[in-house]
């Protein structure tokens, strides 16, 4: 069964710091690897795309990193910002459909 | 480039009523997916679309949900009749192809079945 988990499920650090959020997946057959950013009732907001085939992706002060052979995916957050709290939601994409995780709820502290 | 719409962004109905999500995906992405999701948990695919071709709806609680997507292009997404468990964040997305091309998601329609 292909699932996807992500940890922190919640993270709370102060204005500046640099962070990392997990997500890891059972099935290594991907196609791609995307992060989302989704704000309290709102949609997703796509932030990176990594293929398959890559090993990380960089916009801005974000960087995803992914290794299909382990089943994960980190994404960095450099000098955090309380602009970026949010949910960030990470999507496997299977070739079919993407299969979710259930997000880490970022509060950055000013 | 306009992203992919949704209307509306709030609906509020008794249950046993009926309610319809209409989606327009960005324009020449052939493929379209409706996610539902829950307070506090990752969207979960309800139905995606090749064109107007259904390609995946597993999870689709066929009773008293059902999808179209005429032509192709919009589609619209119904429930009859709504559960208290059918609140919900409802979600369009698009995207070029399967594969592994990139997803543009809407803002979602917020259900409140009371």
């Known amino acids: 069964k292909q699932e996807v988990t992500q940890i922190p499920a919640a993270l709370s650090v102060p204005e500046g710091e640099n962070l990392v959020l997990n997500c890891s997946f059972t099935?290594?057959?991907?196609?791609?690897l995307q992060w989302f950013r989704q704000d309290p009732g709102k949609g997703l907001t796509s932030l990176l795309l990594?293929?398959?085939?890559?090993r990380e992706q960089t916009s801005g002060r974000l960087n995803a990193s992914l290794d299909k052979s382990s089943g994960r995916s980190t994404l960095y957050i450099a000098a955090s910002q309380p602009g970026d709290s949010a949910t960030y939601l990470c999507?496997?994409?299977?070739?079919?459909?993407?299969?979710f995780g259930p997000g880490t709820r970022l509060s950055v502290l000013p | 480039e306009a992203g992919v719409a949704q209307s509306p962004r709030y609906k509020i109905i008794e249950k046993r009523q009926s309610v319809a999500f209409w989606c327009n995906p960005i324009?020449?992405?052939?493929?379209l997916y409706w996610y539902q999701q829950i307070l506090g948990q990752g969207p979960k695919l309800l139905i995606q679309?090749?064109?107007?071709?259904?390609?995946?709806d597993s999870q689709l609680p066929k009773d008293r949900f059902s999808a179209e997507r005429l032509k192709g292009v919009d589609s619209t997404l119904k429930i009859q009749p709504a559960k208290l468990e059918d609140s919900a964040v409802y979600l369009c997305a698009s995207s070029l192809a399967g594969g592994n091309t990139e997803a543009f998601f809407g803002q979602g329609t917020r259900l409140t079945v009371v």
């Open positions: 324009s020449g992405h052939a493929t």
């Open positions: 099935d290594s057959a991907i196609y791609n």
């Open positions: 990594i293929q398959s085939s890559q």
């Open positions: 679309f090749q064109n107007n071709g259904v390609v995946d």
């Open positions: 999507a496997v994409n299977y070739g079919q459909n993407f299969v």
